[in-house]
């Protein structure tokens, strides 16, 4: 079953936050991941949403690979950056079985 991982993210510092997305994109793409949702503004339709916050989604084929992605050497730069680069909330969450779908 696919799972995703979901960022809010506010960007701090652009440049960093442009080598982050480098990083990170070669990474999610070696654990067999893809970008649903880059870098959105979202429109809230109820609720709020701090204007200078975007989402992002990127799918995995199932929630041990988003985590052995997370945790992986491949992105431990990108993580590094992250934490100048980016301010976030990050989740992850299983998709709903194929059957089901």
């Known amino acids: 079953m696919p799972a995703y991982v979901i960022s809010e993210v506010e960007v701090l510092d652009e440049q960093l936050a ?34 200078s916050r975007r989402l992002v989604v990127v ?15 491949e992105y431990e730069e990108a993580l590094q950056l ?9 989740l992850f969450v299983d998709g709903l079985p194929e059957e089901l779908l």
């Open 59 to 73: 799918e995995f084929p199932d929630r041990e690979r988003a985590r052995q992605w997370y945790t992986s050497p």
């Open 82 to 90: 992250r934490e100048t680069a980016l301010e976030r909330r990050l």
């Open 18 to 51: 442009d080598r982050y997305r480098t990083l990170a994109e070669a990474s999610i793409r070696l654990y067999g991941g893809r970008y649903i949702i880059r870098g959105a503004m979202p429109e809230a339709a109820e609720g709020t949403w701090t204007s």
